[in-house]
């Protein structure tokens, strides 16, 4: 009786102490409970400046669809000559409007909050958008020969949006490696590639005008008595002529500089010219490089409505 009472013993310290065990593992479970995740929150700072750039990207984009002038800029210079340049049209659309486009995008993902992926992606679209803008300047002041205040301002605000997000980049705890300094270099430097390649690629591009259309519109253009006033050193007047494809030298062209060998500065002094290139079509006057659109278009051309038949 007493081996039994001492087994009944011995078999009732083992059952309590698994109780024990057990109970205490409870209270250690109930005691590790991970931290909720931290709820994302809106970037405003972020999402102030997106603002700012679509508002600037649209107000581009109506000034190309709407053939207007933008305010604080010289009729003819500047922004007008950007706007009336081939690199101010992308996939036929405006170009500013792909712009528009990324910071809608970038104030999207702020407005949601940015944390892990959706920060990333608003790095990336910042990343092409600041690389994408460098090359547009790039083109302006050295193709062009001409800058935009406008599409500087537009610059600037991309690249302070940049600046922001790797400022406020989540910390090394954040879920997920793609947060790595190395990782992102690496991602940010190909979307950067990615845009300015898509846009060299782009502008590389044959003009969406047929050459057909291009010699008709010249050809036009003169029997209308329409006039391009130039000199053979501006490098808008080549930009001009250069729209016009295989039909340059069909241009009603008159050339300004009285030292050319086919100078005729009477002719420009009498139409009170006084930026090249100017155009005289009909009781319009246009300074600055002027899209085949708007010529088309000033001067009535019957082809206008689609340039590329």
């Not at 600037?56 to 003819?76: D, H, M, N, P, R």
């Not at 600041?130 to 800058?147: C, D, K, N, P, Q």
């Not at 340059?248 to 086919?262: F, M, W």
Request: glycine fraction near 12%; proline fraction near 6%.
């Amino acid at each position: 009786m007493r081996g039994g009472h001492g087994l009944g013993e011995i078999g009732t310290g083992r059952d309590c102490g698994t109780v024990n065990a057990a109970m205490a593992n409870r209270r250690t479970a109930r005691r590790v409970v991970p931290p909720a995740p931290a709820v994302a929150r809106p970037d405003l700072v972020v999402v102030v400046l997106a603002a700012a750039g679509a508002a600037v990207a649209a107000y581009l984009t109506w000034l190309k669809l709407a053939g207007g002038s933008a305010v604080f800029c010289v009729t003819g210079h500047g922004c007008d000559i950007v706007q009336s340049s081939r690199y101010a049209l992308a996939l036929g659309v405006p170009t500013a409007l792909w712009g528009a486009l990324v910071y809608v995008a970038i104030g999207v993902l702020a407005g949601v909050g940015l944390s892990g992926r959706r920060w990333r992606w608003a790095f990336y679209l910042a990343a092409a958008g600041v690389a994408f803008s460098a090359y547009l300047t790039a083109l302006s002041v050295f193709v062009i020969g001409a800058t935009c205040v406008y599409c500087l301002a537009s610059a600037g605000i991309m690249v302070a949006i940049l600046g922001v997000l790797v400022w406020r980049r989540p910390g090394a705890t954040a879920p997920g490696p793609a947060l790595r300094p190395a990782r992102l270099l690496a991602g940010g430097v190909a979307a950067a590639a990615l845009a300015v390649l898509a846009g060299a690629f782009l502008y590389a591009l044959p003009s969406a005008e047929a050459p057909g259309y291009q010699a008709a519109l010249a050809q036009h253009l003169r029997e209308s008595g329409a006039v391009m006033y130039g000199a053979h050193w501006c490098s808008h007047c080549a930009e001009q002529k250069k729209l016009f494809g295989p039909a340059a030298n069909e241009v009603p062209y008159v050339e300004c500089d009285p030292k050319s060998l086919n100078g005729r500065p009477e002719l420009c002094e009498k139409a009170g010219v006084k930026a090249f290139p100017t155009w005289v079509i009909g009781v319009e006057r246009r300074e600055g490089v002027q899209s085949l659109a708007d010529l088309a278009a000033l001067s009535k051309f019957p082809g206008a409505a689609k340039p590329a038949s």
